[in-house]
Structures are given as C-alpha cells and as structure tokens.
C-alpha cells in the first residue's frame, strides 16, 4: 500500500517532468491547439496529473532504500525519465513543428507522452506503491489518448 512520508525521488521525477513542461509553454510548435479534445480523456488526463503528483510526493518507498531485484524497476524508471529529458531537448532544439511535438524516440511512439507515464508506472512497481500504479494507468489514459487524438487528426 505505501508507507506516508515525502519521497525526494517523487520530487525529482516530477522536477523532471514540469520543468521541460513550463519551458515548453512559451516554445509551443506553430498551430498547436488544444481545441476539441475528447472530455473524457481530458478528465482522466488532469485526474491522472493530480493524483501522480500527490502520489509521487507523499509515499516514503518511492526513495532509494538498498539494492534488492525490486531495484531494477527504479532503474527503468530512471532511464525513462532521461529519455524523457533527451526526448524534450530534441524537441527544443527542432523547428518545434507539430510533427516534432508528437514524434516518438527511438522504439517509443509519442515518446513526449508514454516515456513519463512509462516512468511514474514503474516508480510505483520500484515501492510497491499501488496508488501510483493507478494513477499512471490513469494519467497514461488521458495523456497518451490526448496526444493519440492529436496525431491522427494531422494524419
């Protein structure tokens, strides 16, 4: 279930995850629009946010806490979360097109969507923590329908 006390990994992940994202608001790709996304998926996406943010904050196994197999899934975590950073500095240093926005790196599709989703889910298996399980699936829901919703209206 999880044990309350603040995470410092929680922190840096989601240092990780807003600092790109307030950079990218003033370097949004030319005729991006958030007009027309599904409510539903626009619902799940900012309950997802919600509660990855409190999860990730407030449940102590999310830190370092020795090595064990379970530690593997803190090290993907990790890897995605840098991939997640290498993905966004692709980004800024591209014409910041659309199709640049919703590109994927290397085997991912939509890497700027499932590499945080693919993190925060496996930070939550690292702990053990089942509530941020269930807010990756559902932020995961949400963000990668959204960005799924906007890529096949460009196709």
């Not at 693919?118 to 923590?129: D, E, I, Q, R, S």
């Not at 399980?133 to 799924?148: D, E, K, N, T, Y």
Request: charged letters at 10%; one cysteine or more.
């Amino acid at each position: 279930m999880g044990h309350l006390g603040f995470s410092y990994v929680g922190l840096v992940f989601l240092l990780m995850l807003m600092i790109p994202n307030l950079i990218w608001a003033k370097h949004q790709p030319e005729n991006y629009t958030n007009q027309g996304e599904n409510k539903v998926l626009l619902i799940f996406e900012r309950v997802g946010q919600a509660c990855v943010t409190c999860t990730s904050l407030i449940f102590s196994d999310l830190n370092i806490h020795g090595w064990s197999i379970w530690s593997l899934w803190l090290v993907m975590a990790g890897l995605f979360m840098i991939l997640y950073e290498f993905w966004w500095i692709h980004y800024f240093k591209s014409e910041k097109k659309l199709e640049d926005f919703y590109s994927g790196l290397f085997f991912i599709p939509l890497a700027g969507a499932t590499l945080p989703v693919a993190a925060f889910f496996c930070l939550g298996l690292y702990g053990k923590v089942i509530w941020l399980l269930v807010s990756a699936v559902i932020l995961g829901i949400g963000h990668i329908g959204i960005h799924l919703q906007h890529l096949k209206k460009r196709a």
